[in-house]
């Protein structure tokens, strides 16, 4: 392995929930050899408490995450970019901004936690799951040999993963 830095950015409409959940727990679980980053393509004015109740029980640095655009990403300063990984339908269909770094672009669809409804036990069950589909997506880039594969390789695996359990009719698709 070596010790180089992979820049991953996370991207859900609103960058309140599942993208902030995905930032924190690769900074959490993949660092050094991984640096999260979270944005939405149309970013809401807060965490959804839910998402930073989420990450508080795993203990999950929170310190930081606010909504951001994804076009903060694509000015000059902004950091190259590896992987850019879309978390919600909506933003994966909408057209990218030209990001410094050439990333490879995979869609991860999970349901959206934000829009459960029910009682805040039935909301909270939402958030859990997503968070748990969003783990073992990155427990699964986490285990890839990600230095050795070629670009095309590595994309086809950043595509698989995104078929998962619990994935969207989208992302199965992709």
Request: glycine share 10%; aromatic share 6%; net charge negative.
């Amino acid at each position: 392995m070596s010790d180089r830095t992979y820049n991953v950015l996370f991207v859900c409409s609103g960058n309140s929930a599942r993208s902030v959940m995905a930032e924190a727990l690769l900074n959490k679980l993949g660092s050094p050899q991984f640096s999260a980053h979270s944005a939405g393509t149309n970013p809401s004015g807060a965490i959804h408490p839910h998402a930073m109740a989420v990450l508080g029980a795993a203990g999950l640095d929170t310190a930081g995450l606010q909504p951001k655009s994804w076009h903060d990403y694509a000015t000059a300063g902004a950091p190259e970019l590896d992987f850019v990984i879309t978390v919600c339908d909506d933003a994966a269909g909408e057209t990218c901004p030209t990001w410094p770094g050439e990333p490879l672009l995979a869609h991860w669809g999970i349901p959206d936690p934000a829009r459960a409804t029910g009682s805040e036990a039935e909301i909270a069950v939402a958030f859990d799951e997503a968070f748990g589909m969003l783990r073992r997506r990155i427990e699964l880039l986490l285990a890839l040999p990600v230095d050795s594969f070629d670009r095309m390789v590595l994309a086809s695996h950043l595509k698989d993963i995104g078929r998962g359990e619990g994935a969207t009719d989208m992302a199965k698709a992709s």
